[in-house]
């Protein structure tokens, strides 16, 4: 069992308010559950407390156990979703945005960023992606680590610290600590295969899982491996348009829509055309995850262990629509107009290796622990239409690499000091090298062949712009190689003070050999009880996010048609640029600096009952110096004063520029809360309710001004402007509630979950442009039967009834000349482009499990 389970419940208006206010009442001897039913408050964590063992009702912090079985059971295809679904105040939504970000997708936690959060694998850093979200409209900017890539057959559990944990951990624990457990079982295994529907087609799925342990040596040793397989086509909520789209054209020349004497394109007579493959999660996936955990005792003092990841993962990603007839579009390759696919070809994996045991009456533990991320991109059905007819359709984009190595070495021990418990000391060392690389593609994938029109063609003259449709490729000036070390002291000590009143400190020093430098964190945690099962607790803590190598690193560059002053018109370039970057310095960016954070928490844990619990924290973290985008800083008019600055400096051609910045000061203000019941019913079974609910917001104290681009375009001029706003505070629900019930009678297990969302803003580039989402229950089951001790089968549904977000575009197919602009015509984000809970619909799926 786990310390807190967030299941389903019963849609009865009376059971929803017993379970919300029974606790309170402490009126539950009608239901007292008996031994076997009491939850289990002893679950032993380390997470968040390196300096002692403590259980999750002793915990000074807030922390959630999850339990491997219960990630498997939601039906979802990954563990980034299965997170999604069960815990409130993480979010995973289901497309964050174009470009990689809508196949890699961020997260984000208590209103932060993906990248806030710290994950751990057995209690080592993980790695981060090597894909730098660009186009993703929640998180954008971020690298977090990628979580689809953990095998879920592996899990034992997770534990979810939701509180800073800097001053133990180091970067990027700023929102809180997310640890996966592997499994230890040194004998016996399982096996599952699912096959599930979206609603909206194909949206195919199919999954295994396998996992299975062996004794190592005679001591307690175990080896324990595991394998996901996983299949999962796209989803569409509206397939290839039909419908003839006629293009205006006037004395043989394209014009635009509601032009005086145009008539239709004649080539565009007879065909139905291509309009919009529709909206909804766009990408293929293969996904092949591996991993070992084991461990072996050599002596009473000394244990070896080691654990690793593999993964290989496929995605095919269709992305953005082309007709015949656009000037992206070559006819002799393609007479019908295309799909644009972007390819993505990923091998990630992590190993770790160690020994820990007793030296000296200190309990020690040295390892290391190497990941490394590695991304190939490509591209398929699309062209490079500045190159002509002569275009291939097949190209490679580049490659992305992330590299990371960390070593530890941490030692504990306790202390008597004259109190009624040790004082429990832990102190340790860390070094951590990483290294990100980006290297360019295939000239044909960015370079611009110069083909032009012939005469005699619609658009006779015109030259298309170079580079492929939807992406390009990277170019040796977008290239680039960066990496640092950073060394890491830390020491955190914890004692019970008295009987009631426990305490713990932490105090970590860092150095960064690049612009990051010195930082130092701290925390002060305290836990003190009232009564038998009812505990006040709080924490105040300091923290630090390093900027990652990615977000000093990443470039890419798009070409742009732009009309000069004179009225003609050229390709010029638009370049994402590393703020170290002259460019990107003579455009007002400095070298990045480290996000500081403050965190204050405060909370009560009560246990009425042995079959109840309580939980509510709330929370207040203040960011300064917080990574953002800047806005697309380019000429606007006839001004030339950003083409003729970067002129000067020998940067030619480049007509617009963006880069990351220490951009704006947060502060998020946020509730917690965790409930739940264990009812036994005798032979109507036994039932675990809860209702967890979480509620964050987030708002902006300060937008960092830039000088040197005020000075340039006008001191109104906002470098972090409204959408990017308004998705930073707006972009997620600001609270989630989730309802649930266990239901176990006999042979059958009864999952029903009911999930409110809260409304949200996808932000226009004004107010008036935005729109608002309102907010949606959507209702989760799954039902499962014990064919036998060993196999059971479950059929199950995640949005059972298919709800969406409120549609506020209709689709709509205009044959014959239109007066609208094709962009409006089959829009295919009539549901938003992106989605806390999804765009497809519902998702049936049945799961067939065996145990031996």
């Given amino acids: 069992m786990h310390a807190f389970v967030p299941h389903q419940t019963t849609p009865q208006p009376s059971r929803l308010r017993y379970l919300l206010f029974v606790g309170l009442a402490g009126s539950l001897s009608a239901q007292a559950a008996p031994q076997e039913t009491v939850l289990d408050t002893v679950s032993v964590i380390s997470t968040g407390n390196r300096s002692n063992t403590l259980t999750v009702a002793d915990s000074p912090s807030p922390i959630d156990i999850i339990s491997g079985e219960q990630i498997r059971k939601t039906g979802k295809a990954s563990l980034r979703e299965a997170l999604g679904r069960i815990v409130p105040s993480f979010s995973a939504p289901a497309q964050a945005g174009g470009g990689t970000s809508s196949s890699v997708r961020p997260v984000s936690i208590r209103g932060l960023s993906g990248d806030h959060l710290l994950v751990l694998v057995n209690g080592k850093r993980r790695h981060n992606?090597?894909?730098?979200?660009?186009?993703?409209?929640?998180?954008?900017?971020?690298?977090?680590?990628?979580?689809?890539?953990?095998?879920?057959?592996?899990?034992?559990?997770?534990?979810?610290?939701?509180?800073?944990?800097?001053?133990?951990?180091?970067?990027?624990?700023?929102?809180?600590?997310?640890?996966?457990?592997?499994?230890?079982?040194a004998e016996g295994g399982s096996a599952s295969v699912t096959v599930g529907q979206q609603e909206d087609k194909p949206g195919d799925l199919t999954q295994t899982g396998l996992n299975g342990g062996f004794a190592l040596g005679a001591d307690g040793g175990f080896f324990n491996t595991s394998l996901d397989i996983r299949l999962q086509g796209p989803s569409y909520s509206a397939g290839d348009a039909q419908g003839a789209w006629y293009?205006?054209?006037?004395?043989?020349?394209?014009?635009?829509?509601?032009?005086?004497?145009?008539?239709?394109?004649?080539?565009?007579?007879?065909?139905?055309?291509?309009?919009?493959?529709?909206?909804?999660?766009?990408?293929?996936?293969?996904?092949?995850?591996?991993?070992?955990?084991?461990?072996?005792?050599?002596s009473n003092r000394l244990t070896l262990y080691s654990f690793a990841t593999y993964s290989d993962r496929s995605i095919v990603d269709t992305r953005g629509s082309f007709r015949a007839t656009s000037l992206s579009s070559i006819p002799e390759i393609y007479p019908d107009g295309f799909h644009a696919q972007r390819l993505i070809d990923e091998k990630d994996f992590q190993f770790a290796f160690g020994g820990k045991g007793d030296l000296a009456g200190w309990d020690y533990d040295l390892s290391t622990t190497y990941g490394k991320d590695d991304v190939r991109l490509g591209a398929q059905n699309t062209l490079n239409a500045s190159l002509g007819p002569a275009s291939k359709t097949s190209f490679y984009l580049g490659a992305l690499e992330f590299e990371?190595?960390?070593?530890?070495?941490?030692?504990?021990?306790?202390?008597?000091?004259?109190?009624?418990?040790?004082?429990?000391?832990?102190?340790?060392?860390?070094?951590?090298?990483?290294?990100?690389?980006?290297?360019?593609?295939?000239?044909?994938?960015?370079r611009d062949g110069g083909y032009e029109y012939p005469t005699?063609?619609?658009?006779?003259?015109?030259?298309?712009?170079?580079?492929?449709?939807?992406?390009t490729g990277t170019s040796p000036a977008d290239a680039g190689a960066l990496d640092r070390d950073s060394y890491a002291f830390y020491i955190d000590a914890g004692t019970n003070l008295s009987e009631?009143?426990?305490?713990?400190?932490?105090?970590?020093?860092?150095?960064?050999?690049?612009?990051?430098?010195?930082?130092?964190?701290?925390?002060?945690?305290?836990?003190?009880?009232?009564?038998?099962?009812?505990?006040?607790?709080?924490?105040?803590?300091?923290?630090f996010r390093a900027p990652s190598l990615a977000q000093q690193t990443f470039s890419v560059t798009q070409n742009t048609s732009v009309r000069l002053p004179d009225g003609t018109t050229q390709t010029l370039l638009a370049r994402y640029l590393p703020p170290a970057s002259v460019a990107a310095k003579a455009l007002g960016?400095?070298?990045?600096?480290?996000?500081?954070?403050?965190?204050?928490?405060?909370?009560?844990?009560?246990?009425?009952?042995?079959?109840?619990?309580?939980?509510?924290?709330?929370?207040r973290i203040e960011i300064k110096d917080r990574i953002v985008k800047s806005e697309i800083i380019r000429d606007s008019g006839t001004s030339t004063v950003i083409r003729d600055t970067l002129a000067s400096l020998g940067i030619n051609d480049l007509y617009s520029a963006q880069y990351n910045m220490n951009g704006v000061d947060t502060r998020t203000d946020g509730v917690d809360l965790v409930s739940e019941l264990h009812s036994d019913y005798g032979r109507f079974g036994q039932v675990r309710w809860s209702a967890l609910y979480s509620y964050n917001r987030t708002t902006i104290r300060d937008i960092k001004q830039n000088g040197t681009v005020s000075g340039l375009l006008g001191s109104d001029y906002v470098i972090f402007g409204h959408q990017a706003q308004t998705d930073l505070t707006r972009g997620s629900p600001r609270d989630k509630l989730v309802l649930g019930g266990n239901w176990r009678i006999g042979d059958v297990i009864a999952d029903l979950q009911f999930t409110r969302y809260g409304k949200y803003t996808e932000a226009g580039s004004t107010a008036a442009?935005?729109?608002?989402?309102?907010?949606?229950?959507?209702?989760?089951?799954?039902?499962?039967?014990?064919?036998?001790?060993?196999?059971?089968?479950?059929?199950?549904?995640?949005?059972?009834?298919?709800?969406?977000?409120?549609?506020?575009?209709?689709?709509?197919?205009?044959?014959?000349?239109?007066?609208?602009?094709?962009?409006?015509?089959?829009?295919?984000?009539?549901?938003?482009?992106?989605?806390?809970?999804?765009?497809?619909?519902?998702?049936?799926?049945?799961?067939?499990?065996?145990?031996?």
């Fill in 247 to 298: 293009y205006p054209v006037l004395n043989g020349q394209s014009v635009p829509f509601g032009t005086p004497g145009a008539t239709a394109d004649p080539r565009e007579a007879s065909v139905d055309r291509l309009l919009s493959r529709g909206y909804g999660r766009s990408n293929r996936d293969e996904v092949y995850n591996l991993s070992y955990n084991a461990e072996l005792p050599l």
């Fill in 769 to 852: 442009a935005d729109r608002q989402f309102g907010a949606r229950w959507i209702t989760d089951l799954d039902l499962t039967y014990l064919l036998t001790d060993n196999l059971s089968l479950s059929l199950g549904s995640n949005n059972l009834f298919g709800i969406r977000p409120d549609r506020q575009h209709p689709n709509a197919v205009v044959t014959g000349l239109g007066t609208a602009n094709p962009s409006e015509i089959n829009n295919p984000d009539e549901y938003g482009a992106f989605s806390p809970y999804g765009l497809n619909g519902a998702f049936y799926y049945a799961r067939l499990s065996y145990d031996w």
């Fill in 129 to 185: 992606t090597a894909v730098y979200n660009n186009f993703a409209r929640i998180a954008s900017g971020s690298v977090p680590v990628d979580l689809d890539l953990i095998p879920t057959s592996a899990i034992e559990r997770i534990e979810l610290l939701r509180d800073g944990a800097s001053a133990q951990y180091g970067s990027d624990a700023i929102a809180g600590v997310l640890n996966i457990i592997l499994k230890r079982q």
């Fill in 456 to 471: 005699g063609h619609p658009r006779a003259g015109q030259r298309p712009s170079a580079g492929l449709q939807s992406f």
């Fill in 589 to 619: 960016a400095r070298d990045l600096e480290p996000e500081q954070s403050t965190n204050v928490s405060v909370g009560i844990s009560w246990e009425p009952a042995r079959n109840a619990r309580i939980t509510l924290d709330a929370y």
């Fill in 404 to 446: 990371q190595w960390t070593t530890n070495l941490d030692f504990t021990r306790p202390f008597e000091i004259g109190l009624g418990k040790p004082l429990q000391l832990s102190a340790g060392i860390e070094h951590r090298w990483e290294k990100y690389l980006q290297t360019a593609g295939e000239p044909d994938s960015y």
């Fill in 500 to 543: 009631r009143l426990y305490t713990s400190a932490a105090f970590r020093f860092e150095h960064y050999d690049d612009s990051s430098g010195n930082t130092a964190s701290g925390k002060l945690s305290t836990r003190y009880e009232l009564a038998p099962g009812l505990a006040l607790r709080g924490t105040v803590n300091t923290g």
